[in-house]
Protein backbone atom coordinates (compact mmCIF):
# COMPACT_ATOMS: atom_id res chain seq x y z
CA UNK A 1 0.00 0.00 0.00
CA UNK A 2 1.64 3.05 -0.94
CA UNK A 3 1.83 6.28 1.60
CA UNK A 4 -0.41 8.92 1.22
CA UNK A 5 1.92 12.18 -0.51
CA UNK A 6 2.81 14.62 1.77
CA UNK A 7 3.97 18.42 0.83
CA UNK A 8 5.35 20.58 3.85
CA UNK A 9 4.08 23.96 2.13
CA UNK A 10 0.78 22.87 2.25
CA UNK A 11 0.77 22.85 5.96
CA UNK A 12 2.16 26.30 5.76
CA UNK A 13 0.27 27.96 3.57
CA UNK A 14 -3.16 26.25 4.22
CA UNK A 15 -4.63 28.18 6.87
CA UNK A 16 -3.59 31.85 4.90
CA UNK A 17 -5.28 30.65 2.18
CA UNK A 18 -8.32 29.52 4.18
CA UNK A 19 -8.88 32.76 5.37
CA UNK A 20 -9.58 34.28 1.98
CA UNK A 21 -11.67 31.05 1.28
CA UNK A 22 -13.82 31.83 4.13
CA UNK A 23 -14.75 35.37 3.02
CA UNK A 24 -14.32 34.86 -0.95
CA UNK A 25 -16.36 31.25 -0.89
CA UNK A 26 -18.83 32.39 1.45
CA UNK A 27 -21.79 32.37 -0.77
CA UNK A 28 -20.20 29.35 -2.78
CA UNK A 29 -21.87 25.86 -3.45
CA UNK A 30 -19.53 23.78 -5.88
CA UNK A 31 -15.77 24.04 -5.99
CA UNK A 32 -13.35 22.80 -8.61
CA UNK A 33 -9.51 22.42 -7.66
CA UNK A 34 -7.68 22.45 -10.37
CA UNK A 35 -4.30 20.77 -9.80
CA UNK A 36 -5.16 19.04 -6.10
CA UNK A 37 -1.84 17.60 -6.28
CA UNK A 38 -0.67 15.58 -2.66
CA UNK A 39 -4.80 16.46 -1.89
CA UNK A 40 -4.06 18.07 1.43
CA UNK A 41 -5.99 21.00 0.56
CA UNK A 42 -9.17 19.41 -0.18
CA UNK A 43 -9.31 17.67 2.73
CA UNK A 44 -8.25 20.60 4.75
CA UNK A 45 -10.69 22.45 3.17
CA UNK A 46 -13.31 20.74 2.65
CA UNK A 47 -13.05 20.01 6.60
CA UNK A 48 -13.32 23.37 7.17
CA UNK A 49 -15.92 24.59 4.58
CA UNK A 50 -18.57 22.29 5.06
CA UNK A 51 -21.07 24.20 2.45
CA UNK A 52 -18.87 23.29 -0.22
CA UNK A 53 -18.62 20.52 -2.54
CA UNK A 54 -15.11 20.19 -3.08
CA UNK A 55 -14.30 18.39 -6.21
CA UNK A 56 -10.47 17.66 -5.96
CA UNK A 57 -8.73 17.22 -9.68
CA UNK A 58 -5.19 16.60 -11.11
CA UNK A 59 -3.64 14.31 -13.83
CA UNK A 60 -4.50 10.99 -13.84
CA UNK A 61 -1.10 10.39 -11.81
CA UNK A 62 -1.65 12.45 -8.63
CA UNK A 63 -5.45 10.99 -8.14
CA UNK A 64 -4.26 7.84 -6.11
CA UNK A 65 -2.72 9.82 -3.56
CA UNK A 66 -5.63 12.23 -3.74
CA UNK A 67 -7.77 9.82 -2.55
CA UNK A 68 -5.61 7.75 0.22
CA UNK A 69 -6.23 11.99 2.10
CA UNK A 70 -9.88 11.78 0.81
CA UNK A 71 -10.94 8.48 1.89
CA UNK A 72 -9.14 9.21 5.48
CA UNK A 73 -10.99 12.08 6.09
CA UNK A 74 -13.79 10.44 5.00
CA UNK A 75 -16.09 13.85 4.22
CA UNK A 76 -19.74 13.65 2.96
CA UNK A 77 -18.41 17.00 0.65
CA UNK A 78 -16.01 15.62 -1.29
CA UNK A 79 -16.72 13.11 -4.54
CA UNK A 80 -14.05 11.37 -5.37
CA UNK A 81 -11.27 13.09 -7.32
CA UNK A 82 -11.53 13.41 -11.57
CA UNK A 83 -8.52 13.71 -14.16
CA UNK A 84 -8.53 16.94 -15.46
CA UNK A 85 -5.53 17.07 -17.50
CA UNK A 86 -4.79 20.63 -19.86
CA UNK A 87 -3.47 18.39 -22.66
CA UNK A 88 -6.78 16.46 -23.12
CA UNK A 89 -10.54 17.15 -22.96
CA UNK A 90 -11.97 17.99 -19.14
CA UNK A 91 -15.17 16.14 -18.21
CA UNK A 92 -18.14 17.67 -17.86
CA UNK A 93 -18.34 19.57 -14.50
CA UNK A 94 -21.05 21.99 -12.30
CA UNK A 95 -19.10 24.16 -10.14
CA UNK A 96 -19.29 27.90 -9.27
CA UNK A 97 -16.20 28.73 -8.14
CA UNK A 98 -12.51 27.57 -9.03
CA UNK A 99 -9.20 27.57 -6.95
CA UNK A 100 -5.67 25.92 -7.90
CA UNK A 101 -2.97 26.55 -5.73
CA UNK A 102 0.70 26.28 -7.14
CA UNK A 103 0.26 25.33 -10.33
CA UNK A 104 0.69 28.09 -13.06
CA UNK A 105 4.24 28.03 -12.70
CA UNK A 106 4.39 24.12 -12.57
CA UNK A 107 2.47 24.17 -16.37
CA UNK A 108 4.08 24.91 -19.36
CA UNK A 109 2.74 28.65 -20.69
CA UNK A 110 0.58 26.69 -23.38
CA UNK A 111 -1.10 24.60 -20.61
CA UNK A 112 -2.01 27.84 -18.69
CA UNK A 113 -3.28 29.37 -21.85
CA UNK A 114 -5.33 25.95 -22.49
CA UNK A 115 -6.49 26.28 -18.46
CA UNK A 116 -8.33 30.09 -19.12
CA UNK A 117 -9.61 28.63 -22.69
CA UNK A 118 -11.42 26.15 -20.52
CA UNK A 119 -12.85 28.17 -17.80
CA UNK A 120 -13.40 30.77 -20.34
CA UNK A 121 -15.89 28.57 -22.06
CA UNK A 122 -16.88 26.82 -18.69
CA UNK A 123 -17.05 28.91 -16.30
CA UNK A 124 -20.94 30.33 -15.29
CA UNK A 125 -21.67 33.52 -15.19
CA UNK A 126 -20.68 35.17 -11.85
CA UNK A 127 -18.58 32.35 -10.70
CA UNK A 128 -14.90 32.74 -9.16
CA UNK A 129 -11.76 31.98 -9.96
CA UNK A 130 -8.80 32.02 -6.89
CA UNK A 131 -5.32 31.30 -7.60
CA UNK A 132 -2.60 31.03 -4.85
CA UNK A 133 1.06 31.06 -5.37
CA UNK A 134 4.11 33.46 -6.48
CA UNK A 135 3.62 35.71 -9.79
CA UNK A 136 6.02 38.46 -11.04
CA UNK A 137 4.74 42.30 -11.61
CA UNK A 138 6.52 44.18 -14.60
CA UNK A 139 8.64 41.03 -15.52
CA UNK A 140 10.35 41.58 -12.47
CA UNK A 141 10.87 39.34 -9.28
CA UNK A 142 9.10 40.71 -5.90
CA UNK A 143 11.95 38.81 -3.90
CA UNK A 144 14.92 37.16 -3.92
CA UNK A 145 13.39 33.96 -2.69
CA UNK A 146 11.19 33.94 -6.12
CA UNK A 147 13.81 34.67 -8.43
CA UNK A 148 16.02 30.84 -6.35
CA UNK A 149 12.41 29.60 -6.59
CA UNK A 150 12.50 30.71 -10.56
CA UNK A 151 15.95 29.57 -11.13
CA UNK A 152 15.29 26.18 -9.68
CA UNK A 153 11.97 25.00 -11.60
CA UNK A 154 13.48 26.19 -14.54
CA UNK A 155 16.68 24.00 -14.05
CA UNK A 156 14.27 21.34 -13.49
CA UNK A 157 11.80 21.71 -16.53
CA UNK A 158 12.62 24.68 -18.36
CA UNK A 159 8.83 25.25 -19.73
CA UNK A 160 7.87 26.29 -15.93
CA UNK A 161 8.77 28.90 -13.96
CA UNK A 162 7.14 32.11 -12.14
CA UNK A 163 4.30 34.07 -14.59
CA UNK A 164 4.39 37.60 -14.95
CA UNK A 165 0.38 38.82 -13.27
CA UNK A 166 -0.07 40.77 -16.45
CA UNK A 167 0.07 37.71 -19.04
CA UNK A 168 -1.61 35.69 -16.71
CA UNK A 169 -4.49 38.64 -16.30
CA UNK A 170 -4.63 39.05 -20.17
CA UNK A 171 -5.80 35.85 -20.31
CA UNK A 172 -8.21 35.81 -17.88
CA UNK A 173 -9.43 39.20 -19.02
CA UNK A 174 -9.71 37.32 -22.72
CA UNK A 175 -11.83 34.14 -21.02
CA UNK A 176 -14.28 36.65 -19.76
CA UNK A 177 -13.02 36.91 -16.22
CA UNK A 178 -12.43 40.12 -14.49
CA UNK A 179 -9.82 40.81 -11.83
CA UNK A 180 -11.86 41.03 -8.34
CA UNK A 181 -8.70 41.02 -5.77
CA UNK A 182 -4.73 41.15 -5.87
CA UNK A 183 -3.86 40.00 -2.43
CA UNK A 184 -0.54 39.84 -0.91
CA UNK A 185 -0.26 36.75 1.07
CA UNK A 186 3.11 34.57 3.62
CA UNK A 187 6.62 34.74 2.17
CA UNK A 188 6.00 36.13 -1.19
CA UNK A 189 3.00 34.47 -2.79
CA UNK A 190 -0.86 36.02 -4.03
CA UNK A 191 -4.12 35.28 -4.01
CA UNK A 192 -5.35 36.74 -7.20
CA UNK A 193 -9.36 36.77 -7.68
CA UNK A 194 -11.29 36.89 -11.04
CA UNK A 195 -15.03 36.76 -11.97
CA UNK A 196 -16.85 35.66 -14.87
CA UNK A 197 -18.63 38.27 -16.13
CA UNK A 198 -21.72 38.48 -17.72
CA UNK A 199 -21.33 37.49 -21.28
CA UNK A 200 -21.87 40.26 -23.92
Not at 157 to 173: I, K, Q, W
Not at 176 to 182: E, I, P
Amino acid sequence: MMDKPYAPATDRNRDPILAVLRERFADRRQVLEIGSGTGQHAAYFAAALPWLRWQASDVAGNLPGIRLWLDEASLPNTPPPVEVDMRQAWPALAFDAVFSANTLHIMGWPEVQQLFAELGRRMPAGSLFMVYGPFNYGGQFTSDSNARFDASLRAGNPASGLRDFEDVDALALRAGLVLLDDRAMPANNRCIIWQRSNPA
